[in-house]
């Protein structure tokens, strides 16, 4: 039990910030994509790549959520099912006893 | 957090180790060696058993397996672990140190720790050592004394009636008061610095004894870095020690073990090579009044106790490697005391070489706390780990820290965390409100992880924590309390606390502080050059002060948590410690191998995690050979499945990056992250 504490625990902290990571880089990727696409000029990129690069959580999720080239149930899944994920973590955490 | 360590020692090599060894095949190819029968583990303060019986002409192991040096001595004289490894007879074993004693004579030997017990072995840290075929029956339990409430009115003076402290002790019956005077101006109480002191070990046995000296700053008991400790009081209920001086021990300055009720006020300890003033396996005392300084382990500390139901009031600190240390003892309170200028302020913390772990239900406030990241204190190695924080806490539950002025510390003010000793202590329930904090070089607050549920914080207005909002997402509600220390409900705390939110950081920079001393970076002062402090307040009324037996004291003592409050600060504090860069939690510039191993162990491992997954998620949102019900379920195992969803992916998914950036990614990193902090660990003398 100790030891799948202190895992289950350490999962729920770095959790977040993996799945955060995971949709920063599938929105730049995305970006990248419909410029090269030619369905986004490279001012709205930029703009979109701040958004996404300088808004905490907000931004990554927010641009998967209205980008029109990520299919709605991939955006669910990815920004729905992180949030779901780290919940999930966090109360089988809450419920071992195994984080502050 | 404060880190045991085991192995070798620095400076013994891989090289110098085999050498040894095939030194020891040669030497046991040329002698008969005598087997060794029997190991006797030497925990904090007690020996693994009672009664160890081998044959004759066999040997016993004796093995330190606590975190303080011990050593084993004969009552008669006949033998010691000391002697048996080439030394002196009161030399001393080092933690995981060996020592194997033949014996060829049959009998029965007791045995005793010269630090942890009288000479006699009647007590404390002594067993037995049966040798051959001899009869040996174990003594029975004692019938317990009769308790001694009050003054006997008999007063032995010390050296007027009796010349030695311990011929006062000795003669005394139990509530006798032993009164002390100034040593005799005379040539055999001469020490080396002009003052005249009693050089000797007063080894008290009797209960309810009041040993007081006349003048606090005159009468002084010198161990004249020769004997183990200055005033001994080994399973003697009741016994108060006032009004005096003890220094220059080579382990403790004032020393309870075994007892129930202690009491010791206006006391001063100086320069004693362990601990200063001291109780141990001890319940219902009570130190007041009094200051220690220049003690490599603490300058106080209460061990293994559960209850313990001690005080700590009105005492100050100073110059020792921690002003506190408090290893598995519950239900303690350090209140309206000074911590300053130690390697680290106040340290409860949970040790599995000793008894009733982990440590619970401390109360520490009204404190002031300041300047404890000393350079110039003397520590003992493992006190390095524990460098630079006001308040330590150390894989133990349930303790409140509240309105103490915490100032100037090169990592934080209060820390709470877990311990690695034998098994691995988290923190839990530990609540932390109200406390004046600044000048912190880390961090004002730090949860340091993996912790458990119920540690928070509240009302100490940080400017920084690790992790970062601590006081917003790990808040303490309004009915926060701590154990025993239930207090009145409080509407303004805010009660919002996620169940995640330590960070691994601060621990991984604690391992630095391990690396650090064993690497041999850590400053190394003699604990005999410490500074003396000034004459310190005596006891009022003198040698006419009412003689009270050490009986009821915690009860007596009517301790009111409500009527504290955070202490002022002293005119001459100045703030002067800045916040240093921290890069996700690892502190840039509190040194090399803090940063090394919060690279390495933290920021590393987790940018490498963090890329796994972004590499799985994006692979997924490219593949168009999935259907929406395998994208989902493999997305759920990327992350739900505690970091082996995402390489799983990689490495079985199919996905549709190139082999040799999945294996790369996956198992050539994790490789050669894993060699770099193998590296580490062993340029760190961490493996």
Known sequence: MGALQVVIGLYATVLPFAVLAAWIAVALWDLSSRVKGAELGRGAAVGWSLVVLVVPVVGAAGYLLVSPSVPRWLAATYVGGGVLAWLAVLGVTAGMGAAG | ?687
């Open chain 2, 1 to 687: 957090m404060v880190w045991s360590r085991r192995g070798s020692g620095p400076g013994v090599g891989l090289g110098a180790a085999l050498a040894l060894a095939a030194l020891a095949v040669l030497v046991g190819a040329c002698s008969s060696a005598p087997e060794v029968a029997s190991t006797i583990d030497m925990e904090d303060n007690f020996f693994d058993r009672e009664v160890t019986r081998i044959a004759e002409g066999e040997a016993v192991r004796f093995r330190n397996r606590g975190v303080v040096p011990h050593n084993a001595i004969d009552v008669d004289g006949a033998w010691s672990t000391g002697e048996a490894a080439g030394g002196e007879r009161f030399d001393l074993m080092e933690p995981d140190e060996e020592v194997v004693v033949p014996f060829d004579e049959p009998g029965v030997y007791r045995f005793y720790c010269s630090l942890h017990a009288p000479p006699d072995g009647t007590s404390g840290m002594a067993a037995t050592l049966v040798v051959g075929d001899v009869d040996f029956q174990a003594a029975g339990d004692d019938a317990p004394e009769e308790q001694v409430t009050e003054w006997t009115g008999v007063t032995r003076r010390v050296p007027q009636e009796h010349p030695t402290i311990q011929n006062a002790v000795d003669a005394a019956d139990p509530g006798d008061l032993v009164l002390i005077a100034p040593a005799p101006e005379t040539p055999e109480y001469l020490a080396d610095d002009g003052r005249y002191v009693y050089k000797e070990q007063g080894d008290i046995a009797t209960p309810y004894l009041t040993i007081r000296g006349t003048d606090r700053n005159d009468v002084i008991v010198d161990g004249e870095h020769e004997r183990p400790i200055g005033i001994n009081t080994v399973a003697a209920d009741g016994v108060a020690v006032e009004n005096l001086t003890v220094r220059n021990t080579t382990g403790n300055g004032i020393y309870w073990t075994e007892v129930r009720g202690y009491r010791g006020s206006y006391l001063t300890s100086i320069n004693n090579a362990i601990y200063g003033i001291y109780a141990f396996d001890s319940t219902d005392g009570l130190f007041e009044h009094s200051y220690a300084s220049g003690s490599k382990d603490a300058g106080f500390y209460v061990g293994q106790c559960d209850p313990c139901d001690a005080v700590l009031t009105d005492v100050i600190a100073e110059n020792n490697g921690m002003g506190y240390s408090g290893p598995n003892a519950s239900e303690v309170f350090i209140v309206d005391s000074v911590w300053r200028h130690n390697v680290s302020g106040i340290v409860p913390n949970t040790l599995d070489s000793q008894r009733l772990p982990p440590f619970g239900r401390v109360t520490i406030a009204g404190n002031l706390i300041h300047d404890n990241d000393s350079r110039e204190a003397p520590a003992l190695g493992l006190q390095w780990s524990a460098f630079g924080n006001g308040v330590l806490l150390t894989g133990g539950m349930d303790t409140l820290v509240t309105r103490n002025r915490i100032v100037n510390h090169e990592r934080s003010a209060v820390t709470v965390g877990p311990n690695l000793s034998r098994n691995f202590w988290m923190s839990g329930g530990n609540v932390v409100t109200d406390n004046v904090i600044e000048g912190s070089g880390y961090a004002d607050l730090v949860l340091a992880g993996p912790a458990l549920t119920g540690n928070c914080f509240d009302g100490n207005t940080p400017s920084r924590t690790v992790p970062g909002a601590l006081e917003t997402t790990a808040g303490c509600g309004p009915d926060a309390a701590s154990g025993a220390q239930a207090g009145p409900a409080d509407p303004d705390r805010g009660a919002f606390r996620l169940p995640s939110r330590y960070h691994l950081a601060p621990t991984l920079s604690f391992v630095g502080l391990v690396a650090e001393s064993e690497f041999g970076v850590q400053p190394v002062n003699d604990h005999r050059d410490t500074p003396h402090p000034p004459d310190q307040p005596p006891l009022p009324g003198g040698v006419d002060a009412p003689v009270v037996p050490a009986v009821d004291v915690f009860a007596g003592f009517g301790l009111d948590l409500d009527d504290i409050e955070v202490p002022d600060a002293p005119a001459e504090l100045v703030v002067d410690r800045g916040s240093v860069p921290l890069v996700g939690g690892v502190p840039l510039g509190l040194g090399g191998f803090s940063l090394l191993f919060g690279v390495l162990g933290w920021l590393a491992p987790f940018a490498l995690f963090a890329s796994w997954v972004a590499l799985a998620l994006l692979d997924l949102a490219r593949r168009d050979d999935l259907g929406v019900g395998a994208t989902v379920a493999w997305t759920a195992g990327v992350l739900v499945i505690p970091f082996l969803g995402a390489p799983a992916y990689l490495l079985a998914g199919g996905a549709s990056l190139p082999r040799w950036l999945r294996w790369m990614s996956v198992v050539g990193a994790t490789l050669v992250l894993g060699l770099l902090l193998g590296m580490a660990a062993v340029l760190g003398g961490l493996l």
